[in-house]
């Protein structure tokens, strides 16, 4: 089975520039995470998705963050525009989350950007 | 609000010993779960092990364990017989069943193995 995908595996751009992460969670998992993961911070939540609706966005930085789940297979993570401070690795995580039972979150390999 | 601590920045183990990598958390969630991630110089989150709040015996996995007690709010990693290829980041995170589903983690144990 193919597991969590996303693209691009690098971005290196350049102060200003709009960036845009995407994912592919595992099939069948109806829970999304975006993560962000800084020396400085940690592994800290962005933004949850269940069943393509937002359910905690409390963890996004600000108004030049945005993601989207237009369907169950695709997510996207939009920083316009993106500043040095964005740099970092950004993880996208899926869980087949039904209720009752604590699901194990499974990661992609992430996406390192590096902001100029 | 959920926290995980973890006390050891950094561990050495020689090879073929094995080694427990603390983990201390606090939820007010009734129902939850406890796990550990491994990061690996190449950088993906690798899951090992997962113990549910309302387990009653000790989750295992090959080579990992998880020491798991409930009282005390602990769930320590266990690994026999250390390898080379087990030299990474390890993180412990916790999820609940309700309120805040998404993982908070802690800020991890970075462990060498020693040849």
């Known amino acids: 089975d193919a597991g969590v995908i996303q693209s691009p595996r690098h971005e290196v751009t350049e102060m200003g520039q709009e960036v845009t992460l995407r994912c592919k969670p595992i099939?069948?998992?109806?829970?999304l995470f975006w993560y962000r993961q800084t020396m400085m911070r940690g592994l800290e939540l962005l933004i949850y998705f269940n069943n393509n609706v937002p359910i905690d966005d409390s963890g996004m930085p600000e108004d030049r963050f945005s993601a989207k789940m237009p369907n169950a297979s695709f997510s996207t993570l939009k920083i316009q525009p993106s500043e040095p401070r964005d740099s970092a690795v950004y993880f996208c995580a899926s869980s087949p989350d039904r209720g009752g039972r604590v699901e194990t979150q499974y990661f992609g390999p992430g996406t390192r950007l590096l902001v100029l | 609000a959920q926290k995980i601590t973890q006390t050891q920045p950094g561990m050495f183990v020689q090879e073929k010993e094995a080694v427990t990598l603390d983990c201390t958390y606090d939820t007010s969630d009734p129902s939850y779960g406890l796990f550990w991630y491994k990061q690996p110089s190449s950088g993906e989150m690798i899951f090992l092990i997962y113990q549910g709040s309302y387990d009653q015996q000790n989750a295992t996995e090959g080579r990992y364990s998880l020491n798991f007690q409930k009282a005390r709010k602990s769930a320590n990693l266990v690994i026999s017989a250390s390898q080379l290829g087990d030299s990474a980041m390890y993180f412990c995170a916790m999820r609940g069943n309700t309120g805040r589903r998404a993982l908070t983690f802690g800020s991890g144990t970075r462990l060498q193995v020693q040849p």
């Open positions: 099939s069948g998992h109806n829970s």
